[in-house]
């Protein structure tokens, strides 16, 4: 389980940009130099920039009476670049007049992001990530073409980083909405392409992979509790780029870029639009989502190495080393020491299973079977989800 923000120096929220230099600042601008990631595969001259091979050197001519060179021959060819046969330039030109930068102003000075826009039942609505927005006295949203607009907050839910703004005032014409598609599909391997505002420079594009599928982070604003089900990219991201659009190679939005890896290439994450789409009618309609599900236990991943210290005749799952007094584990029976291997005889093989099952496929209220190793043991345990507190 990966750790974000102040729970660990690995992982850090990206999307903040901030004026005024504090020490949080400091350590965020230190890291994000670095936080780059891949450059892109390898091809004629690098396909840098998504550049053509320089010219191919023609044979020389031959040498004239006097000695003077001859004649040289130089060809030139293009290099189209495509994503599953799309024309990479044709899906920014597509989705660049729907993202927007976000600004916000803090106490301590001012953030920015980025954020799409999306179709809501014929109602306008930015969304973008609340780690963006969290704390700001004021915000504002820019379109592409410049023209500013106040914001102001619709909904938020800190348990997977989302947020819906609205925004004040500003014509029909404005809104470009993007289109939203299941993530449920994606395959690691599948292109992936980034649009936002990195370091403030406006509608930026980068592309990469979708490198895995099921990860699990931790922010500061989410207490402390998974946010689960992350698609990990290879796609450059970097500050600024937070709360931005995360799409296939058709131009659909499938994630919402999120984090990075400090000091790392290639390694950062996205909320996938599976979330998106649960969640924002609750953050439209009510201003908060309610439908985390709660265990009531802390635990860590099994190893082979932990099998063999603490005795334990599996390798693989989610040893519980707390159990939460009055939580609904604690009513259904688990102890610590318990490793739940299974949910509803789907595997858990460690913690981002285990999050990422509750996350898609649970409510509060849910009666789930838990199959635990308890000693040489295996018993199957019904438990009823509780809300997140």
Same mark, same amino acid.
């Given at each position: 389980m990966s750790q974000v923000k102040g729970i660990s120096k690995s992982i850090f929220v990206i999307g903040l940009v901030i004026a005024v230099a504090t020490s949080s600042v400091i350590s965020i601008l230190a890291s994000m130099q670095f936080a780059r990631g891949p450059q892109g595969p390898q091809g004629p001259q690098g396909l840098q920039g998504l550049q053509g091979p320089q010219g191919v050197q023609g044979p020389k001519g031959d040498k004239g009476e006097s000695g003077a060179p001859g004649n040289q021959t130089v060809v030139y060819q293009n290099v189209t670049v495509y994503e599953n046969r799309t024309l990479v330039s044709e899906v920014y030109q597509k989705v660049r007049d $729907?993202? &927007?930068? @976000?600004? =916000?102003? !803090? +106490? +301590?000075? #001012?953030?920015?992001? $980025?954020?799409?826009i999306y179709n809501y039942s014929g109602y306008m609505i930015v969304i973008t990530n609340n780690h963006v927005v969290q704390g700001s006295l004021s915000l504002s949203v820019t379109f592409s073409d410049g023209d500013g607009y106040a914001a102001v907050v619709n909904g938020t839910d800190p348990y997977s980083d989302l947020?819906? !703004? #609205?925004?004040? =005032?500003a014509n029909e014409s404005e809104f470009r909405p993007v289109s939203i598609v299941s993530s449920s599909t994606l395959r690691v391997g599948d292109p992936a392409i980034v649009i936002g505002n990195p370091f403030g420079l406006v509608g930026s594009m980068a592309t990469g992979i979708i490198s895995a599928l099921g990860r699990t982070i931790t922010e500061d604003d989410a207490g402390g509790f998974p946010i689960a089900n992350i698609i990990q990219t290879s796609t450059p991201i970097n500050p600024g780029n937070s709360g931005g659009p995360l799409l296939n190679s058709d131009g659909?939005?499938? =994630? @919402?870029?999120?984090?990075? &890896?400090?000091? $790392?290439? =290639?390694?950062?994450?996205? @909320?996938? +639009? #599976?979330? @998106?789409?649960?969640?924002?009618? +609750?953050l439209v309609e009510y201003g908060s989502y309610g439908g985390h599900s709660y265990l009531g236990v802390m635990g860590e991943d099994m190893s082979y190495e932990l099998a063999q210290s603490s005795n334990i005749p599996v390798t693989y799952g989610w040893h519980i080393v707390n159990v939460v007094a009055g939580g609904p584990a604690a009513k259904a029976g688990v102890q610590s020491g318990d490793v739940i291997i299974a949910m509803n005889r789907t595997r858990i093989i460690n913690g981002d299973n285990l999050s990422s099952y509750l996350e898609e496929n649970t409510l509060p209220g849910d009666v789930i079977i838990l199959k635990i190793v308890r000693g040489s043991l295996t018993p199957e345990i019904p438990l009823t989800l509780g809300t997140r507190p």
């Open positions: $729907s993202v &927007v930068l @976000i600004r =916000g102003t !803090l +106490s +301590s000075g #001012t953030v920015q992001g $980025s954020g799409f947020a819906v !703004l #609205t925004v004040v =005032g659909y939005v499938v =994630g @919402i870029t999120t984090a990075i &890896v400090a000091d $790392s290439q =290639g390694l950062g994450f996205a @909320i996938p +639009s #599976t979330t @998106i789409l649960r969640e924002v009618p +609750s």
